[in-house]
């Protein structure tokens, strides 16, 4: 049954007919370079429905926002390979967007397009960041210090805009170094399914990287990031509605979560295996849940009116 469970959540929603995922493998790239990032001033591209922004700086041969690229050298260290996967090759195909965030970033949907909601992405993170992070460099510290023990992070945060707020947010993390002693560091090196299960649809997407490593001027660690496979599902102005009786938070949590609808209902929490580890039944539409001592992780809340929600224990 547990197994069961976690099948439904992992791959069910990517079998739906009203589904989209954006690989970039359409997209030409100058194979002369291995990337895009820009330089033709267009402000981006666009895949399956999705505008991914992109602000080029000519004079300064800079830019900010989502490029392109095909480079999966995943050992070298330093600037001068910003457009490498740490993992070595594309989720899909040979083409994967790589993000530079300097400040937060954006997906848009066209107007006039049927509304969608975001359900998952693949992420990694580029050579640079990583080879910066684990042995630091001019800019950036060694995360976790000299004795390994300082509790770094590097935080991807995902916003869900729509009619100008934000309607839902999701947090996934780089790299991770806040366990205590050791042995469940981590610096991300291959892809991993990022779920965000978000109930709204979207306007825009928000993309923001927040590290432990800061200086005068912002974040040491660079600010890089690699996507691929985004899913989306088209939802209708109906869907809208009824989703948005449910509310849970807050999101990332450490010691409890309030879970909220309009309608009574029974709750329970599953880990990434399947097993159930809180149960529950709300009094007057509400929840408060004890998390406390909960493994740091993702974890997913299922209601019996038929709601779920990705949850990040912190």
Known sequence: MFKKLYILFSFLPFAALSQFSSGFENIPIDSSLGYYAGSDS???????????????????????GFALSRKTDSVTAGYENQFSCRAGRAWLGNT???AYASSRIFIRKPSGQEGRRLLAFRLTNTTYAARSMQFGDAFSKKFGGQDGLDPDYFLLKVYNYLNGSISDSASFYLADYRAQGIQNDYILKDWILAETLFSNAFDSLGFELTSSDNGSFGMNTPA????????????SANAEIVNNTFSMFPNPAKDQIYLLDKNEFQYEILNTSGMKIRTGKAVGGKAIVNIAGTLPGCYVVRLSTGFTRRLLVE
């Open 96 to 98: 994967f967007a790589l």
């Open 42 to 64: 267009s402000s981006g591209f666009s895949d399956n429905g999705l505008f991914f922004r992109n602000d080029y700086n000519a004079s300064f041969q800079s830019w900010n």
């Open 224 to 235: 890089y990031f690699c996507m691929d496979e985004i899913v989306t599902e088209s939802i």
